[in-house]
């Protein structure tokens, strides 16, 4: 395992996170506390310190675990949970974005956590209600309290980020370091802006479902074996995605890997710092997923992988790449421009 430094910050994370809405069988799947803590001790022993939970992950069973098996070694491992969604779904302040919910949240999983601090803090999904100001200097209280070290923010449009870091840096406040998006082969619309938008303002990027939800692990290539959570009519199960895993399926053959590894090393090896969260029910799974350290795609595969699942940007993308805006731009020097 190797490290990366997370966004615009010193802070030093693993290449892969380990990703524990898995820990926990209270919301009818998942893995109890002892398959939690076998999935746990492998990503650690691989050089894993990234960890990633939420204050509502099953029930709150997830921090819990999580806060257990940290215990020992608390100082080496980056604690990420989340604070936004629904808690008590009758109590409208029980979720959202708001200082209110913000400040419980937090109070509740360093509790379920027991721990003093929490290492990064996601804004785990926009509310479109509470005000950029409002998010942000709630958010920097409590970096400056010392109960939360960095923050980061979770599925979220990229105009919003733009300016909530913005106001942040205007008013000495604390930014964002960190963008977690859904972000694989068959789900790469985070690449019209969220993902431009992460580079060119130094923020680390958290990959979601880097296998799809299992559609890019090969157990549904077969359509009269497709069982379990993911069902035929997902649209991560179309004629198109179906394609891309064929594709993913004839190059994990050829490199004698799984397609989940192959799938896991797409991402990782995209530009700028991108860390997929890996997670799984049982022990060898997540041993399967850290088996993607061991090699690299080359250049030939990535470019198979990308051809099968590109997609349109839309504009104005696609717009102001078009060759007749560019000799509207430049006239005809464009070619004889030295880009940054």
């Known amino acids: ?151 980061g ?12 870091n913005m106001l942040a840096t205007l008013r000495g406040w604390t930014p964002f370091i960190g963008l977690q998006v859904e972000y694989n082969l068959l789900q790469r619309t985070p690449e019209r802006d969220l993902l431009p938008m992460a580079r060119t303002l130094d923020i680390g990027v958290t990959a979601w479902a880097p296998m799809a939800g299992g559609a890019l692990t090969g157990k549904y290539s077969n359509p009269s074996a497709e069982k379990g959570r993911l069902s035929p009519q997902s649209a991560r199960l179309n004629e198109r995605n179906r394609a891309i895993a064929a594709v993913v399926e004839e190059i994990a053959k050829e490199l004698a890997v799984s397609p989940a590894q192959v799938a896991i090393n797409w991402v990782r090896q995209q530009a700028g710092t991108v860390i997929p969260l890996i997670g799984a029910k049982r022990e060898e799974q997540i041993k399967d997923n850290l088996g993607s350290l061991a090699f690299r795609l080359s250049e030939t595969h990535l470019t198979q992988l990308n051809e099968a699942s590109k ?16 000799n509207a731009i430049h006239g005809n020097t464009f070619g004889k421009i030295e880009k940054k």
């Open 1 to 151: 395992m190797n490290y990366k430094l997370l966004g615009r910050s010193g802070l030093r994370v693993s290449e892969l996170a380990l990703g524990t809405m898995t820990f926990g069988e209270d919301w009818g799947f998942g893995a109890s506390k002892e398959d939690s803590q076998k999935i746990f001790n492998a990503f650690v022993e691989a050089g894993g310190n990234f960890i990633d939970t939420a204050v509502n992950y099953t029930n709150g069973t997830s921090e819990k675990y999580v806060g257990e098996f940290i215990r020992e070694k608390r100082e080496q491992f980056v604690v990420a949970t989340k604070y936004t969604l629904n808690t008590r779904p009758h109590d409208p302040n029980a979720g959202g974005n708001h200082r209110k919910n913000l400040v419980q949240s937090v109070e509740k999983s360093l509790k379920q956590l027991k721990t003093d601090y929490i290492d990064l803090l996601w804004l785990h999904a926009w509310d479109f209600m509470t005000p950029v100001e409002e998010v942000m200097r709630a958010l920097d209280d409590l970096v400056r309290s010392g109960k939360v070290l960095y923050v």
């Open 153 to 164: 923010i979770s599925d979220t449009p990229a105009w919003i980020v733009s300016q909530s």
């Open 311 to 326: 997609i349109d940007l839309g504009f104005p993308h696609d717009f102001l790449t078009s060759e007749s805006v560019l």
